[in-house]
């Protein structure tokens, strides 16, 4: 058995039906709306969050209908900021296919987002939970909050790893802690649960994110970018910004600054990226990496009473910690 297949394995038909409802949330019957949203649908992705919502419930309860609408809520904020992230970006392709705004164009895109936003917000007024209601809402503005300190951060001439944990945090952690707020709101959590929940959640977004980026220094069509697309992008990660620091070669510095400035080329950032390596900094990342799961596993090993959730839950750890994409 496959690692999603393993880790779907407790909550196996509450996952069939959170997925049913969500692509009826992203349908619609007419023309160039229907087409987008069925755009975006058909490139899926593994839904890794609206899985930790599911679980999470799970574990301190049932599932049910509050738990379907919050986790379908927030996965379809989770895919309008990713539109309108690739607006934002000028992102050609996500998960190797092509964009919203380069399938359509930017005004389609941001529409497009703000129709899925709005019904991400129906959604979750259907838990008539406050406290759910208010979390979500809160996650917005944190998601846009952390894409305009990566903004900030692209144009600082400072090379600082601080604002980097900060810009994750906020940009995915911070989905990663609101699927585990939201699966114990669902049920009925204490706030204790809830809270050892939340710092389970942050740790693992936390995780992913540095094993995200890691990726851009390889390539692999199956990520759905080349090596060094984020510097491309204007982004120093957690890789390269330990070594500039460890090992500030002039040379280097002078590339990281026009990796900042947009003005860095290809066979520039092949040099980057081969300095990060050899420097290091990938092996640094995956300590940092091995850090938060040690943390994450702390709370499963301490929090999560049912044995087959606790198996779903380090099998998800491990995924993440592994995945090659």
Known sequence: MDSLSQIKRPIEHEYAAFVERFNLAMSHDEGLLGNALTHIRQRGGKRMRPLLTLLMAKNYGEINEVTQNAAIGLELLHTASLVHDDVVDESGERRGQPSVNATFNNKVAVLVGDYILSTALLHVSLTGNRQIVENLSQLGRTLAAGEILQLS???????????????????????????????????????????????????????????????????????????????AEGKLTLPVLYCLKKSPFESMVNLAKKVKSGTINNDEIAVLVEYTKQQGGIDYAEQCMQEFYDRSMVYIHESVKKAEIRDALITYLDYVMKRHY
């Open 153 to 231: 951060a692209i144009q600082n001439p400072d090379f600082s790893e601080q604002v980097y944990f900060d810009v994750i945090h906020r940009k995915t952690a911070s989905l990663f802690e609101s699927c585990a707020v939201l699966g114990c709101l669902s049920v009925g959590a204490s706030a204790s649960e809830t809270e050892k929940a939340r710092r389970f959640g942050e740790t693992l977004g936390m995780m992913f994110q540095i094993r995200d980026d890691i990726f851009d220094y390889y390539d692999s069509r199956e990520i759905g970018k080349p090596t060094g697309n984020d510097m």
